[in-house]
């Protein structure tokens, strides 16, 4: 009972081990009583946690550059895909939607941080080397995050799975469910878009 | 991949640039990007763009403020210059704002002058909004008058009031 407030109010602040078996239990639990209705199957849910959640932290990781936040922001990941899961019909969609909600989710945390980075600077008078180290990777995750958000998802995740975890167009294709000439076409486009993206957030390559 | 029909086409290129940061093209089409970037400056910059795209992505290119200090050596690092809000911009913005709000408020005041005209079973009389409520006896006046001036300033209280002892 106090693990399924814990986790339904995402007051999400233990290490990542406790946290993925935490997650887990608290996953198999309400699978048992899901099952009883014929919405989900705990094996499915199983297989997709171990087949994604080292990747989704790669890519998470990659954003928010924060080893911990990262394992949370996952954690947090499959949780609502819990609670959505049921509305899923391919593997492919699901895996598209993992990457949206870890992207998304991985966007908010960088902005709430720059938030109260800012909040902090206000209220403490940090020492200028310290302010200056946490300001150059704010910024830098903000603008990444930034150009991120703007990006239409059918291009950011190809562009995502390719940079970030450097998988084939072939794999991409196959995870994705579309042509490799498309994957081909939406990452080209996704650079194009980003560069313009960046350029217009004053950043030249 | 090979399309000999744009070989003179940029975005061929350039998407076979693309395809080369991810290590998708074949021997032939490296050799045919080589040749092309020897002789086009363009598809040069933009292949060295994409390359910068990805370091930023990867984080090995650090974007900072232009004014922040580059605390560290072994990063890359791009200046980002915030943009400010024009000063020209601006200024057109608050004369709109300033020329709605004049609008509006003269606006307000016509509104407050113009007449709504109440049909009514004896012919119609017109009520000037914003004008105190009427007793029943300047109302039985009005009716009686066919000739009504439609000035507001008439049908104020003491017009009416002098009015009803002329009669």
Request: charge should be negative; include cysteine; proline fraction near 1%.
């Amino acid at each position: 009972m106090v693990l399924n407030t814990m986790l339904s109010n995402r007051k999400i602040c233990y290490n990542s081990c406790v946290l993925n078996t935490l997650t887990k239990f608290y996953i198999m639990k309400k699978t048992e009583s899901q099952n009883k209705q014929g919405k989900i199957d705990e094996k499915a849910l199983t297989d997709i946690m171990n087949s994604y959640q080292s990747r989704l932290f790669t890519v998470v990781n990659k954003i928010v550059i924060d080893t911990d936040a990262a394992s949370d922001i996952v954690q947090d990941v499959f949780i609502t895909f819990y609670e959505k899961g049921e509305q899923f019909e391919s593997r492919s969609s699901i895996y598209t939607w993992l990457y949206r909600i870890a992207t998304n989710k991985s966007i908010d945390y960088i902005r709430k941080v720059a938030r109260e980075r800012k909040n902090q600077k206000k209220l403490h008078h940090l020492d200028n080397v310290t302010a200056k180290s946490h300001d150059e990777n704010i910024h830098h995750k903000m603008i990444v995050a930034e150009v991120l958000k703007e990006l239409d998802e059918t291009f950011r995740v190809p562009l995502m799975l390719a940079e970030y975890e450097k998988m084939s167009y072939a794999d991409i294709a196959e995870e994705l469910g579309i042509e490799v000439n498309t994957v081909r076409t939406r990452i080209f486009r996704a650079r194009k878009k980003m560069l313009s993206i960046l350029e217009k957030h004053g950043v030249q390559l | 991949m090979k399309n000999s029909n744009n070989s003179n086409n940029h975005e061929y290129y350039e998407m076979l640039i693309s395809c080369q940061m991810d290590g998708e093209l074949s021997k032939e089409e490296e050799l045919e990007l080589e040749e092309h970037l020897a002789t086009c400056e363009h598809c040069r910059a933009l292949q060295a763009k994409f390359r910068g795209l990805s370091s930023v992505l990867d984080g090995s290119t650090i974007v900072v403020d232009t004014e922040a200090e580059k605390t560290d050596g072994s990063k890359t690092y791009i200046d980002f210059h915030r943009k400010h809000f024009p000063i020209m911009k601006a200024a057109a913005c608050v004369l709109i704002m300033l020329a709605l709000s004049i609008t509006t408020f003269v606006g307000i005041n016509n509104h407050n002058r113009t007449s709504i005209n109440l049909a009514s079973s004896s012919g119609g009389y017109e009520v000037y909004e914003g004008a105190p409520l009427m007793s029943d006896t300047f109302v039985a006046y009005m009716d009686g008058e066919e000739n009504l001036s439609t000035d507001y300033e008439e049908y104020s209280p003491l017009f009416a009031y002098f009015s009803y002892i002329d009669d």
